[in-house]
């Protein structure tokens, strides 16, 4: 989501009346990639760009794709093949073993529908939604570079142009909305071929931290870095400019007012208080919270658990599966920027569904899908 809202950022900066613009992106991906399905790169026709599909082996040639799509006005689909040694294909001898496809759509300004605009819509939403893109077609009513941003059944029948596959493609949108995996797909009807991207996109992690002391400057530095959304619940009194410049928003830990908390919602409590972390603790098993981190020894996070229980607010099994006491990875953490890195990396691999160790101890693919 950080490079769908820059680059939505940068496309509304964009002055059309001097410039034009294509959105190259990620459609489908067999075997390695450096990026995966999804990334996106926004080109202007004067060649600056901002995002990218690749480690930097393949925008050159992107560039050049976007222009040509932006002069041709119609938009283009190119396989970049890296398990090639072919010397005259491009990304060629890269050793990425993998074969991409990627989509170079021209924009319009005035095109309600163009993909950056729908994709605008989505940077302040707190659910995940399906986008649909047309990546090739034959013998169809509705055209290549098409996109469609999925609302329910019967909308998407009234939007689709084309009848004859709404029925399967509606299918296809119900199995990503269920496995959250993103998938590109193909369907045929007679003469009629149909490519589409069905993509799942989800809204940025929320990190809400409590607490107020200097290890909260690194933990929210690094997940601003990242692009997620963070919420600062401290002594506003006390509170600096660089907290108020790092954080999304700042709440007061003594008001009534809190920050949503759903299920893509992650808590630090690091207020190193016993009380005010048990306190807050309480107040965050009545939240869709998908993690609860603790600062500090596993004694004293089983003593606050014990406090609470003699309270008759026992954790249930469910609940200690969200609660991470102490939170962050075992990478040998000891200052506040490492015990930072520790905790975002914790959070990220919660969240993928990722057991957080080493990839050179992984099996299978690095990537899911």
Known sequence: MKEIKAIVDAYTTIDFNKNRAALATVVRVEGSSYRRTGARMLVKDDGTYLGGISGGCLEGDALKRCRMAIEANEPSIITYDTTQDDGYQIGAGLGCNGVIDVLFTPLSESDEKNPVRQLSTLTGIRESRIFITVTAQENCSVSQGTSFLFVDDQHFKNEFPDKDFTTEILQAIHDVSESQVSLSSIHTKGIKELKLFVEVIQPVIHLVVFGGNYDVYPLMRIAKELGWKISLITNTSKADKTMYNTATEVYSSKGVAMPDLDDRTAAIL?????RSDKLHLQELLNSKLGYIGMLGPRKRAEK???????????????????????????IGANTPEEIALSIVAEIKAHFAGRSGSALRLRETPIHSE
């Open 270 to 274: 690091m207020t190193h208080d016993f």
């Open 304 to 330: 606050i658990f014990s406090e609470l229980a003699e309270a008759g607010i026992p954790i249930s099994e469910m609940e200690s599966k969200r609660i991470f006491a102490p939170c962050g990875l075992d």
